[in-house]
């Protein structure tokens, strides 16, 4: 689409303002100013009004509370998915998941369409800490332990051991704690655990960066991100 539509289409003002804004230099896409109304961009492209994202009236951003036994997948033969809990009015929007929760872990998993974000959220580069609950079987968390997540563990439950960022990991009880993680490999907290000799129970995330789930939150429901949280997200991130 064309970029004074785009910006005209998505309330930044009227054509004749919005291309006045462009051909002042005040517009960047991705980084790079642009002064030609008329080029071409893409629903992806990140765009900036003197440094301040534009939100594109094509890109949506929703918090989901994941239940248990639901697959972080848009489709599958034979488990119900993420997909299921999105109205017919949003599909095909190109809505996604961000990152991953197992099928048994519930909670905050962000839904957007906005790819630059969510490739942003769960990279390790832009450590954006994300909090789980956890309960779990076995013996209380120590601060022995509590210091060798600041120090960085290892994990030896693969061919080749893998060295975990540094992390957080807060008791909040003798058989429940809290843990930050600033990345996400496969299965993390559940791996950490087991290092420690704890099982994982329950396993429920309750934040990424400023994003948080209300305390109440019933797992299944969706609810559209306000824009002081997009806001938040996408400075997080550098966008
Ligand atoms: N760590 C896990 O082990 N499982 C999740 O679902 C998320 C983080």
New binding site residues.
């Given amino acids: 689409m064309r970029l004074d539509r785009l910006l005209a289409n998505s309330g930044c003002g009227s054509r004749n303002d919005v291309r006045s804004m462009i051909k002042k230099g005040r517009v960047t896409v991705n980084g790079t100013v642009i002064t030609d109304p008329s080029a071409h961009i893409s629903e992806s492209d990140t765009l900036l009004i003197d440094g301040t994202p534009v939100r594109t009236a094509s890109k949506l951003y929703f918090i989901f509370d994941k239940p248990d036994g639901v697959l972080t997948a848009m489709e599958d033969k034979r488990l119900p998915t993420v997909n299921d809990y999105i109205p017919a009015n949003l599909k095909n929007l190109k809505l996604s998941p961000v990152g ?3 099928y048994h ?1 519930t909670g905050l998993l962000i839904i957007t369409n906005d790819g630059e974000l969510s490739h942003r959220l769960t990279s390790p580069k832009y450590e954006i800490p994300k909090v ?1 609950r956890v309960r779990f079987q076995g013996d209380p968390v120590t601060e022995y332990e509590a210091e060798e997540c600041r120090k960085g563990v290892i994990l030896t439950d693969t061919d080749t051991p893998v060295r975990l960022r540094p992390c957080s990991i807060v008791p909040t009880g003798d058989d429940s704690c809290e843990i930050t ?1 600033y990345e ?1 490999k496969t ?5 950490l655990m087991a290092h420690f000799d704890k099982s ?1 129970i329950e ?1 429920r ?1 309750v934040s990424i960066g400023s994003i948080k789930l209300s305390e109440g939150s019933e797992p299944g429901t969706l609810t559209e991100l306000s824009d002081d949280e997009i806001s938040s997200l996408l400075r997080a991130t550098g966008l």
């Fill in positions: 991953r929760l197992d872990t789980y993680l996400g299965h993390e907290v559940r791996r994982v396993l995330r």
